[in-house]
């Protein structure tokens, strides 16, 4: 009040970028809200006809929970011929019996060369039992026996990362790391990254079958964790923590001409 016409111009300087929301009050005074999305220490400048007000910047501690969390899962699973035709594929469904007697169903589908051929993801050696049946009833040769062999079951510790992206990465820029399950067997990979921004993740495969190119951006710079699980249990080095420098997205401005 008091101050005659003029532009005010708010702006929250942080380790995130701030939503800030004004509203004229229509008596000379105008509310100011802001909300930033991660903790930490803020500035906030006020300018009123392109000059700083009485106290401005202001500082402000922001506390609370305010790191951010993207994720990826990628199967890789053993694929078996069961050496058998069957017309009616859609009518059937399996499950495979493991030799401690634990059963889960499995994943059917048709080769290429005509053949019924299951997907699992093994977790014990030995002999497991295949249950093909048709409308409840088995098919021709159901149960069928498939040998799991001890290099085919998931061993996180001999998958292999490579890549700057776990040591350190920029803002607005792809990372990458290299994942190499090759000699690692059959396994479910996990994946998520965690720090000051929500980092945009890309998976793709790279060089065959087993060999993973992971990319990600993050948009705010500081410290992320990187979590890597292979087969349920952490690979060698995970998680990895990772430096990010850079540019934030990280001022937040708001004009208001007051009349």
Same mark, same amino acid.
């Given at each position: 009040?008091?101050?005659?016409?003029?532009?005010? &111009?708010?702006?929250?300087?942080?380790?995130?970028?701030?939503?800030?929301?004004?509203?004229?009050?229509?008596?000379?005074?105008?509310?100011?809200?802001?909300?930033?999305?991660?903790?930490?220490? %803020?500035?906030?400048?006020?300018?009123?006809?392109?000059?700083?007000?009485?106290?401005?910047?202001?500082?402000? !501690?922001?506390?609370?929970?305010? $790191?951010?969390? =993207? &994720?990826?899962?990628?199967?890789?699973?053993?694929? +078996?011929?069961?050496?058998?035709?069957?017309?009616?594929?859609?009518?059937? #469904?399996?499950?495979?019996?493991?030799?401690?007697?634990?059963?889960?169903?499995?994943?059917? !589908?048709?080769?290429?060369?005509?053949?019924?051929?299951?997907?699992?993801?093994?977790?014990? *050696?030995?002999?497991?039992?295949? =249950?093909?049946?048709?409308? @409840?009833?088995?098919? *021709?040769?159901?149960?069928?026996?498939?040998?799991?062999?001890?290099?085919?079951?998931?061993?996180?510790?001999?998958? !292999?990362?490579?890549?700057? @992206?776990?040591?350190?990465?920029?803002?607005?820029?792809?990372?990458?790391?290299?994942?190499?399950?090759?000699?690692? @067997? %059959?396994?479910?990979?996990?994946?998520?990254?965690?720090?000051?921004?929500?980092?945009?993740?890309?998976?793709?495969?790279?060089?065959?079958?087993?060999?993973?190119?992971? *990319? %990600?951006?993050?948009?705010?710079?500081?410290?992320?964790?990187?979590?890597? !699980?292979?087969?349920?249990?952490? +690979?060698?080095?995970?998680?990895?923590?990772?430096?990010?420098?850079?540019?934030?997205?990280?001022? &937040? $401005?708001? #004009?208001?001409?007051?009349?």
């Amino acid at each position: 009040k008091g101050a005659g016409a003029g532009n005010l &111009q708010v702006a929250v300087e942080g380790p995130s970028k701030a939503d800030i929301q004004c509203k004229d009050n229509k008596d000379g005074t105008i509310s100011v809200s802001y909300l930033p999305p991660a903790p930490g220490e %803020y500035k906030i400048n006020i300018r009123f006809g392109d000059r700083p007000i009485k106290g401005s910047p202001y500082s402000a !501690k922001i506390t609370g929970e305010g $790191r951010k969390r =993207n &994720q990826l899962s990628v199967g890789h699973s053993s694929e +078996v011929s069961l050496k058998v035709q069957e017309k009616d594929f859609k009518l059937l #469904n399996a499950s495979i019996v493991a030799p401690s007697g634990l059963e889960e169903p499995c994943f059917l !589908k048709k080769l290429a060369n005509g053949h019924l051929g299951i997907s699992f993801t093994p977790r014990e *050696t030995g002999e497991h039992l295949v =249950n093909v049946k048709k409308l @409840g009833t088995h098919i *021709t040769g159901s149960p069928f026996k498939i040998n799991v062999l001890e290099r085919e079951i998931g061993d996180a510790s001999k998958v !292999k990362v490579t890549g700057k @992206g776990v040591k350190e990465a920029k803002t607005h820029t792809t990372n990458e790391l290299l994942i190499d399950t090759k000699e690692a @067997g %059959y396994g479910g990979l996990s994946l998520s990254i965690e720090g000051p921004s929500k980092a945009e993740i890309q998976c793709k495969e790279e060089g065959g079958e087993g060999a993973l190119r992971v *990319t %990600y951006k993050p948009t705010e710079p500081g410290f992320y964790i990187i979590n890597l !699980k292979f087969a349920d249990h952490h +690979v060698p080095g995970s998680p990895f923590t990772v430096k990010v420098t850079g540019e934030g997205s990280n001022i &937040q $401005r708001e #004009n208001i001409k007051k009349e």
